[in-house]
């Protein structure tokens, strides 16, 4: 687990590692442009040749860091195919937003400067699309969902003592709107992503 402010180290290669990292970073721009923290909890950091942010505080650091972590280990073995960020009022626990991160298999080539390129104008897309959406103008909390395929995985389900079922946070369909981004693939999965929201 990385220490407290320091960049998570993701040395690691393959399709699960070059995605739990963009991930990691997405996760935490959305934070940041979507105001569940204070700018000044923020630092910035230079990835992807463009200028992005990683969270401050310990306990989110060590929170996100568990996550991914486990979240990889699922991905090497294909018992997920989706993750989900939510930001959820703080007051009455109303779901507000939901980052729904697609993955699915992919048989294709891997370049590995088309995937950067490709994550890099991913990620340059999420921050010039995220002013389109609602202001949140109350305080929010988030919490981070990993969905497991529906298919039977009998022994190889992805359960742990430490992480439980937790509640889908879907917004109604008829107070919701949606936008869709561009996704990557790295050679043998496909992500996309889509955001639901409140129409406000």
Do not use: C
Not at 57 to 80: A, H, M, N, P, Y
Not at 112 to 139: M, N, R, S, V, Y
Not at 161 to 186: C, L, S, Y
């Amino acid at each position: 687990m990385s220490a407290p402010n320091a960049p998570p180290d993701f040395t690691a290669s393959g399709s699960p590692a070059t995605i739990i990292e963009f991930l990691y970073y997405a996760v935490n721009s959305i934070l940041f442009y979507r105001g569940v923290y204070e700018s000044e909890d923020f630092r910035a950091v230079n990835k992807y040749e463009q200028d992005l942010v990683l969270i401050r505080d310990g306990e989110v650091t060590q929170f996100l860091d568990r996550f991914f972590k486990q979240v990889e280990e699922w991905l090497s073995r294909k018992l997920i195919h989706r993750v989900i960020l939510v930001i959820v009022s703080k007051d009455t626990g109303k779901t507000l937003e939901r980052w729904v991160f697609n993955l699915e298999p992919y048989d294709g080539p891997a370049n590995l400067d088309k995937i950067q390129h490709k994550i890099q104008a991913t990620l340059k897309q999420l921050k010039a699309t995220i002013p389109i959406f609602p202001d949140i103008k109350e305080p929010t909390v988030f919490n981070l969902l990993a969905v497991k395929k529906d298919e039977p995985q009998s022994s190889e389900a992805p359960t742990n003592e430490k992480w439980v079922d937790a509640h889908a946070h879907a917004i109604p369909a008829e107070i919701r709107d949606q936008t869709a981004m561009r996704g990557f693939n790295t050679g043998d999965s496909k992500l996309d992503t889509n955001v639901v929201y409140i129409d406000q």
